[in-house]
C-alpha cells in the first residue's frame, strides 16, 4: 500500500523504536521500573524521562517546561477546560481549529474567528479577542495546512491581559515555533514517533491547575505513571527532526511540485502561499471522494482529519472556506514526509487521478 496520510500519523522512526525497547524489556532486565521509584532501576527510568524532556523541549522556544500527556488532545483539553479558572475572561479560537480544541471553546460559549477563502484567520487587530482570556489558534492546520499568524496573535492577546495555546502539532517538529504563545500542545506520532504520547509546553510563570490528582508527576501537575518507553521514543523522534529539519523540509518541497504537476486539473483547497506543503488538500469537479476511497485501496488517503473521518460530516474546516457540499465531498487530503519517495508518490497520484477520470468520465 502507498501511505500518503501523514496527517492522520507518521511511520515510526527507527531511532525512535530503538530508543524505545529497552524500557519495554521483561523480567531479566531493569528497563521495566517505575521511573517515580526510588531504586537504582527506577532512577535510571527517571534519568531516560528527563533526557527525552530536554530533546523534546529543543524544539519549542525558550522559557517554558514540559508536561507529558497522552496527546494534544489531552493537552488542549487540560488548557481549555481549567485555563479559564486563571484566565476567566472568555475563550476564543479559529474556526477551523481542531474539535479537540473547539468543543471545549464552544462548550463553554467561547467565540469562533472566521476564516477567509484561503483558510487564513483576519488579521488581529481586526478581532475582538477576550479580555483576560485565552485565545486558541494552531500553527498548521491538520485538513489543509494553512500556516497561521501565531506570533501577531499572541501579541494581540497578551494586549488584552489574555494568554495564547497554540495547537502546534502538525508543524512541530517541520519547522521552528514561533515564540509569543503562553501554551503549546504537540504530539509524538506526527513526528515519527510512538502514539499515546504528547505534551504540554507550559511558559514560565504561569500557573496551569493541575490535569490528574494522585501522585504528583509532571511536577504535580498529572498525575499517573510516566511510560518511559514511550517518551524515550518522542524524544528519539524530536532528535531526529531537529537534525534533519532542514532535509526533511527539502524533500517535502519537492514532493509538493511532483505532486501539482501531477494534479494540475486539481483545485486546491487552501492558501498555497501560507502553508506547509507536506499537506495537499485538493478537489475536482465531478469526483466523489469517498467513492474514490473506495476505488483506490491501495493507496491510504483520507477526506480530512482522521479523528472525524467516521462522523459522517462534511469537514467543519472546509465548511469554514466556503465551501459548497458538492466541493467538499469531492475534496481528498494527501499527505506525505520523510519516508515518502518520489516514485511512490507518482505512483499513488497515477491510481488517483486514474480513478478519477473513470469516475468523471461515467458521469459525463
Request: charged share 20%; net charge negative.
Amino acid at each position: 500500500m502507498y501511505y500518503l496520510d501523514y496527517q492522520a500519523t507518521t511511520p515510526l522512526a527507527p531511532e525512535a523504536l530503538e530508543a524505545m525497547l529497552p524500557w519495554l524489556s521483561g523480567p531479566s532486565s531493569d528497563g521495566f521500573a517505575n521511573p517515580s521509584s526510588q531504586h537504582r532501576a527506577g532512577r535510571a527510568a527517571s534519568v531516560a524521562v528527563e533526557l527525552a524532556r530536554e530533546a523534546v523541549a529543543t524544539l519549542l522556544p525558550p522559557g517554558g517546561r514540559i508536561h507529558f500527556t497522552s496527546g494534544a488532545t489531552e493537552a488542549l483539553n487540560w488548557v481549555l477546560t481549567t485555563g479559564p479558572r486563571i484566565a476567566p475572561g472568555g475563550l476564543a479560537g479559529s474556526a477551523i481549529e481542531h474539535q479537540a480544541a473547539l468543543q471545549p471553546i464552544e462548550t463553554q460559549g467561547g467565540t469562533l474567528i472566521p476564516v477567509d477563502r484561503d483558510g487564513l484567520v483576519p488579521p488581529p487587530d481586526e478581532v475582538e479577542l477576550p479580555a483576560g482570556g485565552i485565545v486558541a489558534l494552531m500553527l498548521v492546520n491538520n485538513e489543509i495546512g494553512t500556516i497561521q499568524p501565531v506570533a501577531a496573535y499572541a501579541e494581540a492577546a497578551h494586549a488584552k491581559g489574555s494568554l495564547l495555546l497554540c495547537d502546534a502539532v502538525q508543524g512541530y517538529g517541520r519547522m521552528a515555533i514561533p515564540e509569543g504563545p503562553d501554551l503549546i500542545a504537540i504530539s509524538a506520532h506526527k513526528i515519527h514517533g510512538p502514539k499515546g504520547i504528547g505534551a504540554l509546553w507550559v511558559r514560565n510563570g504561569i500557573k496551569l491547575p493541575p490535569l490528574l490528582l494522585g501522585g504528583g508527576q509532571e511536577q504535580g501537575l498529572r498525575s499517573g505513571t510516566v511510560s518511559p518507553a514511550l517518551v524515550a521514543g518522542f524524544g528519539a523522534a524530536a532528535r531526529v527532526a531537529a537534525e534533519r529539519m532542514e532535509v526533511d523540509a527539502a524533500h517535502v518541497a519537492r514532493l509538493w511540485d511532483v505532486a501539482t504537476a501531477m494534479l494540475g486539473d486539481w483545485t486546491i483547497n487552501g492558501s498555497t502561499a501560507h502553508r506547509y506543503r507536506g499537506n495537499l488538500n485538493v478537489r475536482r469537479d465531478g469526483v466523489n471522494a469517498v467513492r474514490l476511497m473506495s476505488d483506490v485501496r491501495d493507496v491510504a488517503f483520507s477526506l480530512g482529519s482522521a479523528c472525524g473521518s467516521g462522523s459522517g460530516k462534511t469537514s467543519h474546516v472546509l465548511r469554514a472556506l466556503g465551501l459548497s457540499e458538492r466541493e467538499t465531498h469531492a475534496s481528498i487530503r494527501l499527505g506525505f514526509g520523510r519516508y515518502t519517495t518520489e516514485e511512490e508518490l507518482k505512483a499513488a497520484l497515477g491510481l488517483i487521478v486514474e480513478a478519477a477520470e473513470r469516475q468523471r468520465n461515467l458521469a459525463a
